[in-house]
């Protein structure tokens, strides 16, 4: 069956390091990806997409590198803020008419002063 | 503001009773999907729309879960007869249309069933 594996455990880092979070996937043939942040009580929230014949893909201080070889996406925030502490979310999905999300469970980042 | 909107954002339901969580999408927005969200987890879907009709519900664990969209625009996720593992957060997404677009979650509602 269909996996995607996230770090379950919380990924602490001090403010102005890189983080990098890691989503894994298995039995899975994805189209694209997204990366979605997750704050506590609310929806999340979309913020980057990358297709399967990319690569990489950047926007401000992240960026996001996709390889279907070894079914591997790493999410990277430079220059970490306490501000950026959330869970983040890969989510995969297909072509098709119903385009759904199929997520990761998720990883809480906390970055710390 | 113009975001996805859903109501109520909590609810108690005992058990056996039914429940109806509402969605309002982004004014336009062709595409809606239902996910159900439990503790620690990611979203799990639940059922898709375009437009009115709905095109998979292939993530609806039983049929006590039913879920409609008449006028294309606003959706009603109805729970009969609830059980004690219906408790979750439920999201409602949409999006401009099918394909790799980007969806827009609303803030959900957080169902427990005693």
């Known amino acids: 069956s269909q996996k995607i594996e996230q770090n379950s455990e919380a990924l602490n880092i001090q403010e102005g390091k890189t983080a990098t979070l890691t989503c894994n996937y298995t039995?899975?043939?994805?189209?694209?990806l997204q990366w979605y942040r997750q704050d506590p009580g609310r929806g999340p929230v979309f913020l980057l997409l990358?297709?399967?014949?990319?690569k990489e893909k950047r926007k401000e201080r992240l960026k996001v590198t996709f390889d279907t070889t070894l079914k591997q996406s790493l999410f990277h925030i430079t220059a970490s803020q306490p501000a950026d502490s959330a869970t983040y979310l890969c989510?995969?999905?297909?072509?098709?008419?119903?385009?759904?999300?199929?997520f990761g469970t998720g990883t809480r980042l906390q970055v710390t002063l | 503001g113009a975001g996805v909107s859903q109501s109520p954002r909590y609810k108690v339901a005992k058990r056996g009773q039914d429940v109806a969580l509402r969605c309002d999408p982004i004014?336009?927005?062709?595409?809606l999907f239902w996910y159900q969200q439990a503790l620690g987890q990611g979203p799990e879907f639940l059922t898709y729309?375009?437009?009115?009709?709905?095109?998979?519900k292939s993530g609806l664990p039983s049929d006590r879960f039913f879920a409609e969209r008449p006028e294309g625009s606003v959706s009603t996720l109805k729970i009969q007869r609830t059980q004690q593992e219906d408790s979750a957060v439920y999201l409602c997404?949409?999006?401009?249309?099918?394909?790799?677009?980007?969806?827009?979650f609303g803030p959900g509602t957080r169902l427990t069933v005693l």
């Open positions: 039995n899975y043939s994805p189209a694209y």
């Open positions: 990358i297709r399967e014949n990319e």
């Open positions: 729309f375009q437009n009115e009709a709905q095109l998979d």
């Open positions: 989510a995969l999905g297909s072509t098709g008419t119903a385009s759904k999300l199929t």
């Open positions: 004014s336009g927005h062709v595409s």
């Open positions: 997404a949409s999006s401009l249309g099918p394909g790799d677009n980007e969806q827009f």
